[in-house]
């Protein structure tokens, strides 16, 4: 039975957009996939690095959580990521967002994705999929965050195919 997973995509290495298409034709070869617009954000963490490229993507795969964790890491592996400090740079980062509607208490994994909520370049992405999403009891349409995001749209949903 295929399960609606969804993933946050990022890079700020390298050619993110690059790296970005490359992920999500791997990530076609888990399951269907659906791509949100591109977009661009400033970094999270220490602000000496550059801006980030931001999507999500609904995979829909039977991989069981864990199992996705791990092929997600080593598509990271296998673009070149380096684990440098906190909320550094990166050359790829996939995080695993949702799980179907489940509540994941792992020590290598916890959906939904800590701070999903705070997260513009999340949540933004998430509704260009699915307007309705509701996590942990929240509409996301209904989120302040979305009305004052700090990200910008690089590019509709066609960016994978360019």
Known sequence: MS??????MGSNLGDS???????VRQLQTLGQVQVSRLYQSPPMGPQDQPHYLNAVVQLKTDLDPLILLDVLQQFEHDAGRVRLRRWGERTLDLDLLL????NIHHERLTVPHIGLL?????????????????VKGQKLK???LIHDPSL??????NWVEK
Do not use: M, S
């Open 99 to 102: 799980y179907a509607d489940q």
């Open 17 to 23: 957009r690059q790296l970005l298409q490359q992920a």
């Open 3 to 8: 399960i609606t997973t969804y993933i946050g």
């Open 142 to 144: 209904d989120l302040t």
């Open 118 to 134: 705070e997260r513009d370049f999340v949540v933004i992405p998430l509704l260009d999929i699915d307007p309705t999403l509701v």
């Open 152 to 157: 910008t749209v690089i590019e509709d949903q």
